[in-house]
Structure formats: structure tokens, C-alpha cells
T-cell receptor
């Protein structure tokens, strides 16, 4: 079965520093989603990547999907305390996601020190 | 441990009928459960946050009278889609947070098809 592995599991950075979170799949990804979760709250959708080599940005957060479509990275530039939370990658387990079968990584807990 | 189940896994109903979806945390207590929906080729979108013993908090744009949420116990939350219409056809997934932690455990989802 397909699995998503995230690294690192947790991360503490100084405010203003850049950071990268990785999500690696055991199989080809057909749809890769990045979410953010704050404590006690639901997942907030950040970005979706589908094409190999695709890169998307939202404010200071950039996500890429590699050409082989088995790894994605989430990069935060000049981190702020507001970036703190758990970042989760998710993927559809079959092409097109029409069955809605989702898998998730275990999440990366990010803390940003002022 | 930390298993979340959903029932049913798949349901087809006629337009105008109501459908109830159950979300259970099987081996832990969950003070908070979340309900999401996913349309084909799209992301999960948070619908509502359900806290045991209190009213659910709905996200903007989600009709609370159409999507009734009840969280009567620490292990069960239900989502009722009232007067379902074809546009409500979607994949509904719940998640539950272990008391005192911020880890969410996801159910396997429920595929709703409204004819």
C-alpha cells in the first residue's frame, strides 16, 4: 500500500529563518496536498500539486513536486510565529482521486521562536 | 491504537432524503472531531469542528441547517446531510483528536452519491 513519509517530525527555527519540510511517497503521486493545522483546529488547505516539476507559492510558502512525482517539499521563507503549527501532506491513492481514498503523512510540527 | 471508523463507507440515496454518517473513535476519547468533504480531484475542505457536548462550529459557506452535526459522546460524532441533492455528492471524511494532543486521526471516509 502507498505510504507518505514526512521529515522532519518536528522543527524549531528562529524567526526569520528559512525551512523545508519533505514528503516522500512510496509510489507515484497523482495529487499531493499540503495542509496546515493549528492546535485544536481542523486542517487548512495550503496547496495542491499534480504535475511533475510543479511549483506553487502562497505568500511565503512554496511547495514543489519533483519530476518523478514521488517527493514534495514545502519551503517557508523568513519564518514568522504565525507559521507555527503542524504541516501535513496528503495524497490521493488512485489516479484522479475520484474514489476519494486519501492517505496522510504523520505531520511535521513547526515551532518558530521569536 | 487511535483508530477512527466511519459508517457507512458508501451510500447512495435519492434526492430529497437525509443521510446520516457516523464517525467513531474506537480506542480513544476524542473531545474534538472534524468533518471534511472532498470533491473529485480537489483538496479536503474543512466543514465544521465538533466538540463533545457543545454546538459545532461551521466554516464559512457551510450551511449548518443542511449539515447537522451531533457530538453526543467522546467517541461518536454524526453528520446528517438533510434533504440531500446531487451537488452534495462527495467524499466525507472525519478526523478525531486525542484528548490533550494535537494529532488528528482520520476515518476512512464515506462516499455519498445522491441521485
Amino acid at each position: 500500500s502507498q505510504e507518505l513519509e514526512q521529515s522532519p517530525q518536528s522543527l524549531i527555527v528562529q524567526e526569520g529563518k528559512n525551512l523545508t519540510i519533505n514528503c516522500t511517497s512510496s509510489k507515484t503521486l497523482y495529487g499531493l496536498y499540503w495542509y496546515k493545522q493549528k492546535y485544536g483546529e481542523g486542517l487548512i488547505f495550503l496547496m495542491m500539486l499534480q504535475k511533475g516539476g510543479e511549483e506553487k507559492s502562497h505568500e511565503k510558502i512554496t511547495a514543489k513536486l519533483d519530476e518523478k512525482k514521488q517527493q514534495s517539499s514545502l519551503h517557508i521563507t523568513a519564518s514568522q510565529p504565525s507559521h507555527a503549527g503542524i504541516y501535513l501532506c496528503g495524497a490521493d491513492t488512485d489516479y484522479g482521486g475520484s474514489q476519494g481514498n486519501l492517505i496522510f503523512g504523520k505531520g511535521t510540527k513547526l515551532s518558530v521562536k521569536p | 491504537g487511535a483508530v477512527v471508523s466511519q459508517h457507512p463507507s458508501w451510500v447512495i440515496c435519492k434526492s430529497g432524503t437525509s443521510v446520516k454518517i457516523e464517525c467513531r473513535s474506537l480506542d480513544f476519547q476524542a473531545t474534538t472531531m472534524f468533518w471534511y468533504r472532498q470533491f473529485p480531484k480537489q483538496s479536503l475542505m474543512l466543514m465544521a469542528t465538533s466538540n463533545e457536548g457543545s454546538k459545532a462550529t461551521y466554516e464559512q459557506g457551510v450551511e449548518k441547517d443542511k449539515f447537522l452535526i451531533n457530538h453526543a459522546s467522546l467517541t461518536l460524532s454524526t453528520l446528517t446531510v438533510t434533504s440531500a441533492h446531487p451537488e452534495d455528492s462527495s467524499f466525507y471524511i472525519c478526523s478525531a483528536s486525542l484528548v490533550g494532543t494535537d494529532t488528528q486521526y482520520f476515518g476512512p471516509g464515506t462516499r455519498l452519491t445522491v441521485l
